[in-house]
């Protein structure tokens, strides 16, 4: 009856529909032929359904966009005046600001990067499945994706992390939907979703190892692997080219090498450490300052040294190398304590760049608001729903401990799990588990601990632990039939 009266009501323009769409022949008379593709996949339907309504209410909550203060005042700039920044790359701005400068709002880039998260987790459903999961397990491995509260918080937030996270995992899912031969086009396409990760955020630059290993193994193929490199190269290649032209070199950032030395003032004893440029010793620690101060402050050891941000990028470097090189224990103390302070269950030592936190802009943020969309960015903030998100992060949210957690799961399904029909998970699973490693451990130990650098990762969790779990599932029923097959027969007249 239901669907007489909506045929009924479309007033006949199913035509038109399907002109739009692009499809032929889509008449509600043909909804039996869908059915059987919605009955299969209706769980995982309904919780993409879920998940909208979710961020729907996270869009409304705090509107246009919350802000990554000083990184989003940055790239709301680049991208009305496109240059490559000195702090971090500008591939945010390039690849997502700028592109829709011409709507002037900020509300359909909070609104798009929803819709990013949603079509990534629809993409690792499918390639779960493609890799012969079952549905069952593919709907539970989307589920951190979809519905992650802090996630959801950088979604709607003005800020780089959210765009880096959806290319990383846009990348792999590429390489895996056919994981024992991958077309060419697309080791192409996942190789440049790579490359551009890289320019959007400098913690990218590693994570093509796990691709070029996931090509290698457990045959090299030479041609592919010449395709992603170039694929990665193209973006990288181009973004330092054109930030030489602004800096005089080639970089991504001008900073890197600050940050890491910024890091090393916390251990480093100039007293013990025999630098081999005198000059260095002026970048010593002085006083009790933060590791920000050192980064930030007008007046600390390397800004003070009135150097061009090349040049000082690289004596910061070469001071924290040479730190590191004379004084390693210390240094694995520093990372040791990163990485428990990152993702331990206090988190009170941890920068919280990430939740649903009403803030009032500073002049900077308001006027570059005002630049970009030409109206007040607000933010409008409606308390109902703040408060509503604010439960939700607080209890639908995957805990700092469970990031390693799951490396652990992923070790284990990679070390004695069994693929019995040669599907390549083990290949697949060391691509989602070695990226998310490198995402998670390398920014906790060379930099300022920040929850907003482990929430890219989310995208990794699930398929890490599906695949694991399916392969130790295997394992265990393999050992069960083996175990039935040697046990005596129950032939008849067979003694006892």
Known sequence: MWLYWARHLSGGYDGRVAEVLG??????????????????????????????????????????????????????LQAMDPRPGNFRPSGYALLMLRPLLPAHSLSLV??????????????????????????????????????????ISLEQMVGSDLLFGTLVAVGLLLLVWRAGRPPHLVVAAAGLALGLAAITRVAGTPLPAAALLFLLLPRPAWSRLAVLGVAVAVPVVLYGVWFSQFYGGFNLTATSGIYLYAHTTVFVDCRRVHFSDQGLYRLCPTGTHK???????????????????????RRARTFALEAIEQQPADFVRLAWSDLVTSFGWDQSGVLPGVGFVPQALPASAHTAGIAYQRRDPGPLVRPRLLDFMQRYEAIVSVPPPAYLLVLVVGMVGLVFGRDPKRRHLHRSLLLFLGTAALLLVVPAVTTLPDSRYRVPAVAELGPILAISGWLVAQRWLSQREDASDSSPSDEPGHAP
């Open 291 to 313: 590791e920000d101060w050192y980064i930030f402050a007008p007046d600390s050891p390397i800004n003070d040294a009135g150097l061009p941000w090349l040049e000082a990028d």
């Open 23 to 76: 499809v032929s022949n889509m008449s509600f008379r043909h909804w039996p032929r869908w059915s059987p593709l919605i009955w299969r996949h209706g769980p995982f339907i309904v919780l993409l359904a879920a998940a909208a309504a979710v961020r729907i209410l996270a869009w409304l909550a705090i509107h246009p966009a919350m802000w990554v203060l000083l990184d989003g005042v940055g790239y709301v």
């Open 110 to 151: 909070t609104a798009l990067q929803h819709a990013m998260s949603l079509g990534v987790g629809v993409l690792t459903y499918a390639a779960l499945i493609r890799l012969g999961l079952p549905r069952w397990v593919s709907v539970l491995a989307a589920l951190p994706l979809l519905f992650d509260g802090y996630l």
